[in-house]
């Protein structure tokens, strides 16, 4: 008996002592650096177990520590014994980021037309909503959900609570692309997220301008890359309370403008607004509330929409969706921003959106202290690249804006309304193309070149001599007023916005007020879908907040696209970088086909009129992805387009065809190779009048009949790690060409044949901040033009130019862009 107690009493000891031993042990991943001291290591390899701790992550294996250089074997051995390892749980916020983390990584790089969309989306994967009490028109603006999918997610919450993804997955009408892009940004319960607090910082550096110059001349180009001030750079700070509250700020310098910290009556803009969301839940909602910079968009895009950016295309589907309603902007949007209160509240079925804005606008402004136009700049410059314009043009004009919207909902997708503004400008508009605008040499070619056949559409501005009520200040006004409407059986869509730009402050006179009208059919089934848009705008319809859909800018082809023939280059912004579409009348369908689990067929077909010349324009393009496995992907994309091809007495005739093909390896850790080769040809009429023959002084007869492009070009993505990606790519090219680069959508026309390559770093420093770095550079073969020479009397061998007719175009020019992200 007493050997047994012994024995058991030995037993308890060894298991205390075990015990005692265990809970002896640090634990390397929760760990104070206090702790971390206590162990036999040298203070070098207690520094690198805490950066990898800290800027790669937890550990998740024992045997991550030999991966640490510092640590030898015999030291491995001892913290094996010495140490544990318990599993680091991410809270579900931080655990859905990262999960989604390759998505956010692309999504952080927009600064540009999608940039308040990512916002939106980044907090909705940050801080999910729950699926059960997910609005319709909150659907409608994420990514890759069309309005059907959004209608059979609201029948599915009338029938009752979703509880998980199995049962959002069996709901009827619910198509597998909607589900899986609805899933990242939704909960099926509520928790404390909608009260945590988090945010974000962001920088981004750069030396090349937002969008292209105005002027392709090669010494006006480098002439805007070489301003005192070369660099673009653009600060946001985001902060945020669960679901609830938002407040963003955001400092902007274009490349070429100067520093500017404190008076933003000057050139720089700073953002900052206030937003508060679901402030009652009572009969009468109070939705939102904004106070400060904003922005706000309805419908089609026909009567309003405040961005800076423009979209060729913009169907309101897929990719190309608007972001719908009001939101706080801390955004590059600068010209259209909207800065003062917004609001939206719903009663029942009746969802009422009120703002009120007063900004001040950039504008050419007459000697006469009226106004020409609003124009949208990169970089911002006062009085123009060479100081030629005399008035100011930043913040010139004052502008006091008072809008709404009426929606009306019937049942879950099918609803009207009525959008209208009224903006009130403090000076006169009155447009003075030859006074102000236009170079002395350029007054005779208005509205006589053939070449810019579209003039009239200049000569078709708006233009205002009013004051009003509203405002004691006002001197000019401008209204218009939309009607709006949706509605979605089973699997289609129809929808539509018409809208009238009131003149004479008589609202009813439809027949007289210039309008515009968009509608558009969407059909959607398991492999298929089919889109069709009609867009009818008259010339006169010159609203500076539309926004729908266009193939082209406002003002292409007319006389702002020849900057030679402007008082300043940087007007050549009145068309480069206007966001308005073009007056346009016309059809687009395009289909999504899935023939086979590994051919996906897609189509694209537009056909319509420029309204301000009667031009015939006709655009196809079709592609094509083969992926006889998962890894290997073929790609071909064709594309025809041609301009007044069936009028052969057009002078501005042109045709154009582009062949890409693209191979896409997929390798392990999602690294990836692609290769690309892309011909084009463009054929157009000849005009020998461009030509000069350099002997006789005369005209050549020989002309230009046509440009050819070609490229080929290879992209190799290799993921070094979790936390570290390398892109880099190698192209020759010459003649047009467009390409995405990383996060960048470049465009590049060279004469001679050139070598364009980039590289870009994306590295995770730790689980809260990273960094993207991005070089690109162009090589070109030399090129020198001779513009006006003669030859000596009597010595045609010897050919004699002065240095002033000389056009040295720049063999080698360079760009980065440096980003740094930051949230917590």
């Known amino acids: 008996m007493i050997k047994i107690k012994i024995l058991v009493l030995a037993v308890l000891t060894l298991l205390g002592t075990i015990l005692a031993a265990q809970t002896e042990k640090i634990d390397l991943n929760t760990a104070s650096e206090s702790e971390i001291a206590l162990l036999p290591i040298t203070e070098q390899q207690r520094h690198d177990i805490l950066e990898w701790r800290d800027y790669i992550g937890p550990f998740e294996s024992i045997y991550d520590l030999r991966k640490i250089k510092s640590i030898d074997y015999d030291t491995f051995l001892n913290l094996k014994e010495l140490t544990l390892l318990s599993p680091v749980f991410l809270a579900q916020s931080q655990k ?72 959002l997955r069996s709901t009827e009408d619910l198509s597998y692309y909607g589900f899986s892009n609805l899933e990242d940004f939704i909960q099926y319960s509520d928790d404390e997220v909608a009260r945590s607090f988090g945010g974000s910082f962001s920088t981004v550096i750069k030396n090349i301008t937002l969008s292209q110059t ?24 985001r902060l945020h309370w669960g679901t609830k509250y938002r407040l963003e700020t ?46 706000a968009s309805f419908g089609q895009g026909v009567t309003f929409e405040a961005t800076d950016f423009f979209m060729p295309r913009k169907t309101g589907y897929a990719w190309r969706k608007r972001l719908n309603g009001i939101s706080g902007n801390a955004s590059r949007t600068t010209q259209y921003s909207l800065r003062g209160v917004a609001a939206e509240a719903q009663f029942g079925n009746l969802i009422g959106t009120g703002f009120i804005s007063y900004n001040s606008r950039d504008a050419i402004v007459n000697s006469d202290s009226s106004f020409s136009t609003l124009i949208t700049m990169y970089p911002r410059l006062d009085h123009g690249l060479y100081d030629s314009i005399s008035m100011s043009i930043t913040n010139s004009v004052k502008e006091l804006l008072l809008g709404g919207n009426v929606k009306y909902s019937f049942v879950p997708g099918t609803y009207i309304g009525l959008t209208m503004y009224q ?87 439809i027949s007289s007020n210039p309008s515009a009208l968009v509608l558009s059919g969407f059909m959607q089934f398991d492999n298929l879908n089919f889109l069709v848009v009609y867009r009818d705008y008259d010339l006169n319809f010159d609203n500076p907040y539309q ?38 009348r016309g059809l687009y369908y395009s289909t999504r086909y899935q023939l086979h689990r ?51 007495l057009s002078p501005v005739f042109y045709q154009a065809n582009e062949t890409r093909m693209e191979a896409i390896v997929r390798m392990s850790k999602f690294n990836q190779i692609r290769i690309l080769y892309s011909v084009g040809f463009t054929e ?87 960094i993207r770095f991005k070089y690109s550079f162009d090589l070109h073969t030399p090129m020198t033009n001779i513009v006006g020479a003669g030859y000596n009397v009597g010595t045609p061998e010897s050919p004699v130019y002065s240095a002033q007719d000389e056009i040295n175009y720049e063999k080698f020019t360079s760009d980065f862009r440096l980003q740094f992200d930051y949230r917590f």
């Open 96 to 167: 859905r980021v990262e999960d989604n983390y390759y998505k956010v990584e692309q999504w952080i790089s927009d600064d540009g037309a999608s940039e308040n969309f990512v916002n939106n989306w980044i907090d909705m994967l940050s801080n999910p909503v729950n699926v059960n009490s997910i609005g319709y028109f909150e659907m409608l603006n994420l990514a890759g959900l069309s309005p059907i999918d959004a209608v059979a997610v609201v029948k599915r919450q009338h029938q009752g609570e979703i509880k998980n993804r199995t049962d």
């Open 214 to 237: 105005p002027s392709d001349d090669a010494n006006s180009y480098s002439d805007f890359i070489r301003l005192d001030h070369p660099l673009d750079v653009y600060y946001k700070m």
């Open 250 to 295: 955001s400092y902007l310098r274009n490349m070429g403008e100067p520093n500017i910290y404190f008076d933003n009556s000057k050139i720089p803009q700073f953002k900052a607004f206030f937003e508060a969301n679901q402030l009652s839940d009572g009969i009468l909602k109070l939705n939102k509330v904004i106070v400060g910079d904003y922005i």
């Open 423 to 509: 903006s009130l400008y403090d000076r006169p508009l009155d447009l003075q193309v030859e006074e102000t605008l236009l170079d002395p040499t350029g007054v005779s070619k208005y509205l006589t070149q053939i070449g810019n056949s579209a003039d009239s559409e200049i000569a078709s501005s708006f233009e205002s001599d009013e004051t009003s009520n509203l405002w004691s200040k006002a001197r000019a006004k401008r209204t218009v007023a939309g009607l709006e409407f949706m509605t979605v059986v089973k699997n289609m869509t129809i929808q539509g916005e018409y809208a009238t730009l009131v003149k004479d402050s008589d609202l009813l006179n």
């Open 547 to 584: 926004r729908s859909f266009s193939n082209y800018q406002r003002f292409k082809g007319t006389i702002y696209e020849d900057v030679f023939y402007l008082r300043d280059p940087v007007l050549g912004y009145l068309y480069s970088a206007t966001a308005q579409p073009q007056a346009e």
């Open 598 to 648: 590994s051919l996906v067929v897609t189509a694209e077909h537009d056909i319509w009129r420029r309204v301000a010349d009667n031009a015939q324009y006709n655009r196809l393009v079709l592609n094509l992805e083969y992926r006889p496995v998962f890894k290997y992907r073929f790609r071909i994309r064709q594309k025809w387009q041609h301009r007044d091809k069936t009028n052969v």
């Open 684 to 770: 157009f009429t000849p005009r020998s009048r461009l030509v000069t023959n350099a002997e006789t002084g005369g005209t050549s007869f020989v002309g230009n009949a046509g440009a050819s492009s070609d490229a080929l070009g290879m992209t190799v993505t290799h993921n070094v790690n979790e936390r570290l990606k390398l892109m880099g790519s190698l192209m020759t090219y010459k003649g047009f060409l467009w390409n995405f680069e990383d996060t960048d959508f470049r465009i590049f026309n060279s004469d001679t044949r050139a070598l364009h390559g980039w590289i870009s770093v994306f590295s995770r420093l730790s689980q809260d901040f990273s």
